[in-house]
């Protein structure tokens, strides 16, 4: 398990306007999880503790090894991505295909004692057990709210967006290599993110204490900043999530919600208290504030909205909660 701090320069440079004591960037939380092996889903290898480790998650990072190392020999006895991947969403897609027979079987007799709202939900997991026994991943299959509601029990493993990391060698983070290719090709058909990043050359960065040996190892690389910035972004994007921004005497904080939450959503991210107890927010843009300064310059220039629970929050809101409990 590992908390990765959210890259985002606005909060530190509403944190040079505001000077708080404290700046606390918005956190994602990572679980890393031992490799795959045929039969995982069978209890091979890590099996169903790998499994079960992903049933909660919200979004899966899929790294697939894109170098070749004689030193490092791969279990399959060959560099493939494309393999390697074809094996994960197989594993997958059988796990779920078992999660969704077993419902299947608890409905089946539910339907036959004549309720009919259990023949409807029989009908969208024959329809998901089709798609998943024609080796497709859940998320594929037209979902409306009704089949949604009938498999959120199930959290089912290729329901989950998922983007891919393709981990290469130093030489080929800025352009790529032939593993690349096959599995940008593989999945040209997919709306899914992929990324190009060198692991090893990432450690190497991530060992290093100033932030200046940092920087001049990314430039000698050719990179502008870590890959580990890039693919929190892409894992921002993935999930549909945005940040707002709270400064206090004490503390700057950024926090992160899913687009289209509104005000009250937000204040409830902060604590259920502010959410119960809503009474307004008062939001400044982040570009007026950088522009003007100052809360007070903002307020001084009309450019503080008094907002109610229905406002949509915007990425990038200077928000001020107003609550009473």
């Not at 299959?141 to 498999?151: C, N, P, Y």
């Not at 959290?155 to 393709?166: D, E, G, R, W």
């Not at 030489?171 to 692991?199: M, R």
């Not at 937000?266 to 003007?292: C, P, Q, T, W």
């Amino acid at each position: 398990m590992g908390m990765i701090n959210v890259p985002d320069e606005r909060l530190y440079k509403i944190s040079e306007i505001v000077k708080p004591p404290k700046t606390t960037p918005a956190t994602v939380e990572i679980v890393d999880i031992p490799g795959l092996t045929k039969g995982s889903s069978l209890g091979e290898g890590v099996g169903n503790q790998f499994l079960s480790d992903i049933r909660n998650t919200d979004a899966l990072i899929h790294v697939l090894r894109c170098f070749d190392d004689d030193a490092l020999p791969h279990i399959e006895g060959s560099v493939d991505p494309v393999r390697d991947m074809e094996t994960l969403n197989l594993e997958l897609q059988i796990k779920d295909l078992e999660s969704v027979d077993k419902k299947m079987q608890k409905v089946e007799k539910i339907a036959k004692a004549g309720e009919k709202d259990a023949k409807r939900d029989l009908e969208v997991l024959q329809l998901f057990k089709d798609h998943l026994e024609s080796f497709q991943p859940a998320r594929t299959a037209l979902m409306d709210e009704r089949a949604k509601e009938v498999i959120s029990d199930l959290f089912l493993l290729t329901a989950k967006p998922v983007m891919y990391v393709c981990n290469v060698d130093e030489q080929s983070v800025i352009s790529g290599n032939q593993h690349v290719e096959h599995v940008k090709k593989a999945l040209e058909e997919e709306d899914t993110e992929i990324l190009v990043i060198a692991a090893g050359l990432e450690a190497e960065i991530a060992e290093l204490e100033l932030q200046e040996d940092r920087d001049a190892f990314l430039r000698d690389a050719g990179l502008d900043e870590p890959g580990v910035h890039r693919l929190i972004r892409a894992a921002y994007k993935l999930l549909r999530l945005i940040s707002f921004f709270t400064p206090g005497p004490k503390e700057l904080k950024a926090w992160t919600i899913t687009e289209g939450m509104n005000a009250q959503q937000a204040a409830g991210i902060i604590h259920s208290d502010m959410e119960r107890g809503f009474i307004r927010a008062e939001v400044i843009k982040y570009n007026d504030y950088m522009s003007l300064g100052s809360e007070q310059a903002c307020k001084e220039a009309g450019k503080i909205a008094v907002e109610g629970k229905n406002y949509i929050v915007q990425d990038g809101d200077i928000i001020y909660v107003r609550f009473n409990v």
